[in-house]
């Protein structure tokens, strides 16, 4: 069965989208994949002489760029339903929420309401969207206007815009910010790698960390613009053993896409997962094979852009003392900043008790470990060395690598005697301490640790 695919590449003025088009035209290309793009709109029609500065206002501007915007994406779509292909990947540059940046609040509700558009469903509509931060962030040197007739902004109005597509795009169940940390060439294969992961090329590996957080200031977070809150109701269903099964009811203010999910332990913090977004209709359907020994989940979700790094902190109405901050990573090895008004108590990626499953049979978060002040009374236990070893094999594409018989142990001893075995060509330790987690390589020459 064919599998239509529609992600937004958005960001500032002078990140890399056009560039980042080439890429990933030639990368998805050889995986097999019809690679359609959409044109930025606002380019189009600004070198077509319809700008703000020539319509009547700019929110008339902003809402026939919306209205061109849709039947664009719609002609695709109907375009892409008809092809023979298998993997069919639709990209746009930019999408109908990026309007939000240029126009205040009030005006882009009354853009949704005109167009007859919720601003949840329309934001959530693509499935995945990747930010590029403008070179005006990081990388002044590179930032020019000489590639794009229809860009004006200086580097302070660059940096501006670059801020409020971020919080525009805030709240997407899948959203990613590639910044201006390496040169130009890794950005954009960092950008690759995301996409990649998202498509599941080679398996849509998730790689998630989460923490037992103290209670957060809910009016702070409120009142962040690069913060916006979700409303999620999670039921589990009936699954095969090793497998997790669920749906999801998302959004706020009666505003809801559906989603169910499989997922399946590859190892600790690894997980294969597969997502699909369905209608109420089937949603409501598969409650009917909801698990019975599962109390339906629900939570208030408030995904917090800080740092170019995607938050989401978790909190439930059985506590009122302290909640969860989930971050999907990349690389088991990134490191996470956390912003300076959470007050990370310890990690619990490992602990099963946790898991949002286990939270739905005891409506309760275990602290029995946690005293009075909400320190972790298992910190000393938690800083000690955790030593892992395995053999470590390249991917077909060298785009990456993967990890077999790994074995992980606090004994040093024991795990080196195993990394001596034939076929076994790593050893590392890891240690977390405060939430940071540090992780060091043997090198066989030096003899150390590095």
């Not at 959409?38 to 500065?53: F, H, K, N």
């Not at 899948?174 to 040169?183: C, G, K, P, Q």
Request: proline fraction near 3%; charged fraction near 30%; aromatic fraction near 12%.
């Amino acid at each position: 069965m064919f599998n239509i695919t529609k992600i937004v590449i958005t960001g500032g003025p002078c990140a890399g989208k056009s560039t980042a088009m080439t890429w990933i035209q030639d990368h998805f290309t050889k995986l097999g994949y019809k690679v359609l793009f959409i044109a930025e709109t606002a380019t189009e029609l600004i070198t077509g002489g319809v700008a703000p500065w020539t319509c009547k206002s700019n929110y008339h501007f902003q809402y026939n760029l919306a209205k061109l915007q849709i039947a664009k994406e719609q002609a695709f779509y109907n375009a892409a339903y008809e092809m023979p292909d298998e993997k069919i990947l639709i990209v746009c540059d930019r999408g109908v929420p990026d309007g939000k940046a240029y126009l205040n609040n009030a005006d882009y509700q009354k853009l949704m309401s005109e167009l007859g558009e919720f601003e949840i469903t329309m934001r959530d509509k693509y499935d995945a969207v990747f930010s590029l931060v403008t070179a005006a962030k990081g990388a002044e040197e590179f930032y020019t206007l000489a590639n794009n007739a229809a860009r004006t902004e200086t580097v302070e109005q660059a940096i501006e815009k670059d801020d409020a597509i971020i919080a525009a795009w805030t709240g997407h169940p899948h959203f990613r910010v590639i910044d201006n940390s390496t040169d130009f060439r890794n950005k954009m294969m960092r950008l690759i790698s995301e996409i990649s992961s998202f498509l599941g090329e080679p398996e849509p590996y998730e790689i998630e960390r989460k923490f037992l957080i103290r209670y957060p200031d809910i009016e702070k977070l409120e009142a962040m613009p690069n913060c916006k809150r979700v409303e999620i109701m999670q039921t589990y269903l009936n699954a095969p053993e090793g497998d997790e099964v669920r749906v999801r009811q998302r959004g706020s203010d009666g505003q809801f896409v559906y989603i169910k999910t499989t997922k399946r332990k590859i190892s600790d913090v690894k997980r294969l997962e597969i997502e699909k977004r369905i209608s109420q209709d089937e949603y409501l359907r598969l409650l009917m094979d909801a698990d019975i020994t599962k109390h339906p989940i629900r939570k208030t979700r408030y995904c917090l852009t800080w740092n170019n790094q995607y938050f989401e902190i978790d909190v439930y109405p059985f506590s009122k003392t302290h909640a969860i901050v989930e971050i999907e990573l990349t690389n088991e090895n990134d490191e996470i900043v956390f912003p300076e008004f959470l007050n990370v108590i310890c990690e619990v990626t490992d602990d099963p008790s946790y898991k949002n499953a286990a939270l739905a049979t005891t409506l309760a978060f275990d602290l029995t470990d946690i005293d009075m002040a909400g320190h972790d009374i298992k910190a000393e236990n938690a800083a000690k060395w955790v030593y892992e070893t395995g053999r470590e094999e390249p991917e077909i594409l060298g785009s990456g690598s993967h990890e077999y018989d790994v074995v992980r142990t606090t004994d040093e001893t024991y795990a080196f005697r195993l990394a001596k075995e034939a076929g076994r060509n790593y050893i590392t330790r890891s240690r977390t301490i405060d939430g940071v987690r540090e992780t060091q390589y043997w090198d066989g020459y030096s003899k150390k640790w590095i």
